[in-house]
C-alpha cells in the first residue's frame, strides 16, 4: 500500500515545471509504482496558452478548480472547463489550453508517466519507461 499526498512530493523529482512556464505538475503515481496508469495533479497558469498533443498516451482530465478554454484543434471546436468537468482524449487529439484564472486538474494517463516528460516542440510527451533511467526505489 502507498500513501502520499501531494505536499509530500512538493519539491521533489515529481514535482515538474514546463520550461514554457505555462504549468507544473505534482506526480503523485509515475510508472514506477507499477499501476498502470499515472496520475497527476497540474496547474496552468492564467493568462497562458499551452498546445499539446499526447501521441502516446491516453488522458483523462477532471477540473477541481479554475476556469479553462479547451479548444480540440482536430476539429476547432471550443469548451469551457470548470470544477467537475472532465476531457478524455481517447484519439490522441492535439489541443490548446487556455486558462482564464489559475486552474488545478487531475489527470489520469496511460501508459504512465515515469516523472521526467516535458512537452516537446510539438506539444508531445515522448514515450519513456522505467528502463530509460527512472529510479525504482
Known amino acids: 500500500m502507498i500513501v502520499r499526498s501531494f505536499s509530500d512530493i512538493e519539491g521533489t523529482d515529481r514535482h515538474v515545471k514546463s520550461r514554457s512556464g505555462t504549468w507544473e505538475s505534482k506526480r503523485i503515481v509515475l510508472a514506477r509504482e507499477r499501476a498502470g496508469f499515472s496520475l497527476h495533479e497540474t496547474t496552468v497558469y ?26 480540440n484543434e482536430e476539429t476547432g471546436e471550443k469548451h469551457w472547463l470548470t470544477p467537475g468537468t472532465m476531457y478524455l482524449l481517447d484519439g490522441h487529439e492535439r489541443h ?42
Do not use: K, Q
Open 96 to 137: 490548446t489550453l487556455r486558462p482564464r484564472t489559475d486552474s488545478r486538474y487531475i489527470c489520469v494517463f496511460n501508459p504512465p508517466m515515469t516523472g521526467r516528460e516535458d512537452h516537446d516542440e510539438n506539444g508531445t510527451y515522448p514515450l519513456l519507461t522505467d528502463a530509460e533511467g527512472a529510479d525504482t526505489a
Open 46 to 71: 492564467a493568462g497562458t496558452e499551452t498546445f499539446m498533443w499526447y501521441a502516446h498516451h491516453v488522458e483523462a482530465v477532471l477540473c477541481v478548480e479554475g476556469e479553462s478554454e479547451l479548444t
